[in-house]
């Protein structure tokens, strides 16, 4: 399934990631987002370097086909107010009926609610796109995506070395 136009959750959208949101995107980013949290290691150090922004671009153009494209995933920007404030993902897990969701906020969009209303809206995609159940990968540290996670429902099972899977089945899906 193709992102579609843009499915609300209070004042919070999901919106497709065309040319003009992917540079409203990138500018957020780069303003108002650690470069590690958007992207992952391109090159040493931990600045937003040229590369990092040509692999942000690069990543979000190639997600354009939706879940049933090649890649198998979708990103949509994450919109407060009518701002660009973050994005969101769902990446199928191969031969399952699940898929992977990712998450990345503004620093100014954070502890307002964004985060929990853009995964509400997020699920929301993942239901229409038929998908069984959802995960999500964070640490044992990040204790506000914890929360938001337990608080929509997730089951969080620490693993590893501080890591936190958690998992959510999704009922009534499409």
């Given at each position: 399934m193709t992102p579609g136009p843009g499915r609300a959750s209070d004042d919070v959208r999901l919106v497709?990631?065309?040319?003009?949101?992917?540079e409203r995107m990138v500018r957020v980013a780069r303003a108002?987002?650690?470069a590690n949290e958007v992207t992952p290691p391109v090159g040493p150090g931990e600045e937003?370097?040229?590369?990092?922004v040509a692999w942000l671009r690069?990543?979000?153009r190639s997600r354009r086909d939706g879940l049933d494209g090649a890649i198998a995933e979708a990103t949509w920007a994450v919109l407060a107010d009518d701002a660009v404030v973050g994005a969101v993902r769902l990446k199928r897990v191969p031969d399952t009926s699940s898929a992977e969701v990712g998450i990345w906020l503004a620093r100014t969009a954070r502890s307002r609610g964004v985060g929990r209303r853009a995964l509400r809206a997020l699920l929301a995609e993942a239901r229409a796109s038929g998908l069984a159940r959802v995960r999500a990968d964070t640490t044992a540290a990040n204790?506000?995506?914890?929360?938001?996670?337990?608080?929509?429902?997730f089951v969080c099972t620490p693993v590893?070395?501080?890591g936190v899977i958690a998992w959510l089945a999704l009922?009534?899906?499409a």
């Open positions: 497709a990631v065309d040319e003009d949101v992917l108002d987002a650690s937003w370097t040229a590369d990092r690069t990543f979000h204790v506000a995506a914890l929360a938001v996670l337990r608080g929509l429902g590893g070395d501080g009922e009534g899906r």
